[in-house]
């Protein structure tokens, strides 16, 4: 009982009207179909009338004739108001839910407005930017002092490296020179010195520092 008795939607309303727009539009086909044949009932016989010269029948049927194309060109012009009207409640129905949607949006945007306070956000958007500009000045300053602590620290290493790299360059060509020297007398001073003239020079100090890299 309560299903008789239920409001029914605008949906429902429009499919009502459709439906019966569409009854009604298959109606008029059939009349106009069986307007057609009786169109050419009347033809056939006007012809046959004429045939046997009878004018006054081929002049009645004449006029029933006119009177048919009539009748069938008013189904055509009430069969277009038809469709006409389906097309309109379909077109009227898509305009109610377009309308609806926009009530439904601009309810929400309202209610969104009343919570948000554009000054407050606006002030949350300053402290985001002037925190943030604080943590990229703060990050700069730690990384600036790690990299002058660490490249103190690895410059000290690495000349210390170089310095003992070169020592022992040097140590090894020493070695060589005196293993390679020629052994002199004790009491030979010209060969003593000749020794000494054969060790290493400021030449060879700069040659091993220039392929080690140091200027």
Same mark, same amino acid.
């Given at each position: #009982?309560?299903?008789?008795?239920?409001? +029914?939607?605008?949906?429902?309303?429009?499919?009502?009207?459709?439906?019966?727009? @569409?009854?009604?539009?298959?109606?008029?086909?059939?009349?106009?179909?069986? /307007? !057609?044949?009786?169109?050419?009932? /009347?033809?056939?016989? %006007?012809?046959?009338?004429?045939?046997?010269?009878?004018?006054?029948?081929?002049?009645? /049927?004449? +006029?029933?004739? =006119?009177?048919?194309? @009539?009748? &069938?060109? @008013?189904?055509?012009?009430?069969?277009?108001?038809?469709?006409? $009207?389906?097309?309109?409640?379909? /077109?009227?129905?898509?305009?109610?839910? $377009?309308?609806?949607?926009?009530?439904?949006?601009?309810?929400?945007?309202?209610?969104?407005?009343?919570?948000?306070?554009?000054?407050? $956000?606006?002030?949350?958007?300053?402290?985001?930017? &002037?925190?943030? #500009? +604080?943590?990229?000045?703060?990050?700069?300053?730690?990384?600036?002092?790690?990299?002058? =602590?660490?490249?103190?620290?690895?410059?000290? !290493?690495?000349?210390?490296? =170089?310095?003992?790299?070169?020592?022992?360059?040097?140590?090894?060509?020493?070695?060589?020179?005196?293993?390679?020297?020629?052994?002199?007398? @004790? *009491? *030979?001073?010209?060969?003593?010195?000749?020794?000494?003239?054969?060790? %290493?020079?400021?030449?060879?100090?700069?040659?091993?520092?220039?392929?080690?890299?140091?200027?």
């Amino acid at each position: #009982m309560a299903g008789f008795f239920k409001k +029914k939607t605008v949906d429902d309303v429009i499919k009502e009207q459709t439906k019966e727009l @569409r009854g009604t539009q298959r109606q008029i086909t059939r009349d106009r179909s069986s /307007l !057609e044949k009786q169109e050419k009932q /009347l033809e056939m016989e %006007i012809k046959k009338m004429a045939k046997t010269g009878n004018k006054e029948a081929c002049t009645i /049927l004449a +006029k029933q004739l =006119i009177q048919l194309r @009539r009748q &069938k060109n @008013r189904s055509y012009a009430v069969g277009s108001k038809v469709t006409s $009207m389906s097309s309109q409640t379909k /077109l009227m129905n898509s305009q109610m839910k $377009m309308a609806g949607a926009m009530a439904t949006t601009t309810k929400t945007m309202q209610a969104v407005n009343k919570k948000m306070d554009p000054q407050k $956000m606006q002030q949350t958007m300053q402290n985001f930017q &002037k925190e943030n #500009m +604080k943590m990229e000045m703060s990050e700069e300053l730690i990384n600036d002092t790690l990299d002058e =602590i660490f490249d103190e620290s690895g410059d000290e !290493e690495e000349s210390d490296s =170089i310095v003992n790299q070169v020592l022992d360059e040097i140590g090894i060509e020493i070695s060589g020179k005196m293993v390679n020297a020629p052994s002199t007398s @004790r *009491n *030979n001073p010209a060969s003593s010195s000749t020794s000494k003239s054969d060790g %290493i020079s400021d030449e060879d100090i700069e040659r091993q520092l220039k392929a080690l890299g140091v200027d």
